[in-house]
Nanobody, 123 residues
Framework: VQLQASGGGLVQVGGSLRLSCAASARSVPSYAMGWFRKAPGKEREFVAT????????YYADSVKGRFTISRDKAKNTGYLQMNSLKPEDTAVYFCAAEVGEIEDPRGYEYDYWGKGTLVTVSS
C-alpha cells in the first residue's frame, strides 16, 4: 500500500487547510487511518485517527475541536480538515494506515506511512 499525502502549504494564524491522503495498491485492503505530525526539534506526535468503518474518530487534545478527520472509502482517500490553525500546528504531517477492519485504531504502530506534507502557520 502506498500513501500519498497532499494539501499542505502556508497559511496565516486562524486559517484553514485540508490535507488528503490517497491510498493505492493493486488491491487496497481494509485499513484504519491516522494522521501524525513532526515539528522541527520535536518528536513525532499523534494527531487523529479514524476507524476502518469511519464511525469512530479520535483526536489529540491539542487539536480537538479544531481538526476533523474523515475518509471516503470508495476513493481510498482520507482527509484532515484543519481549522483555527495556530503557529504550533506548524509541522510535517504524515498519514498512516493500519491494515484490518479496525474500529479502535488507538495504540497501533501502523503498517504503512506516507511521505508527509508540510504545513506552515505564520503569525
Amino acid at each position: 500500500v502506498q500513501l500519498q499525502a497532499s494539501g499542505g502549504g502556508l497559511v496565516q494564524v486562524g486559517g484553514s487547510l485540508r490535507l488528503s491522503c490517497a491510498a493505492s495498491a493493486r488491491s487496497v485492503p481494509s485499513y484504519a487511518m491516522g494522521w501524525f505530525r513532526k515539528a522541527p526539534g520535536k518528536e513525532r506526535e499523534f494527531v487523529a485517527t479514524i476507524s476502518w468503518s469511519g464511525r469512530s474518530t479520535y483526536y489529540a487534545d491539542s487539536v480537538k475541536g479544531r481538526f476533523t478527520i474523515s475518509r471516503d472509502k470508495a476513493k481510498n482517500t482520507g482527509y484532515l480538515q484543519m481549522n483555527s490553525l495556530k503557529p504550533e500546528d506548524t509541522a510535517v504531517y504524515f498519514c498512516a494506515a493500519e491494515v484490518g477492519e479496525i474500529e479502535d485504531p488507538r495504540g497501533y504502530e501502523y503498517d504503512y506511512w506516507g511521505k508527509g506534507t508540510l504545513v506552515t502557520v505564520s503569525s
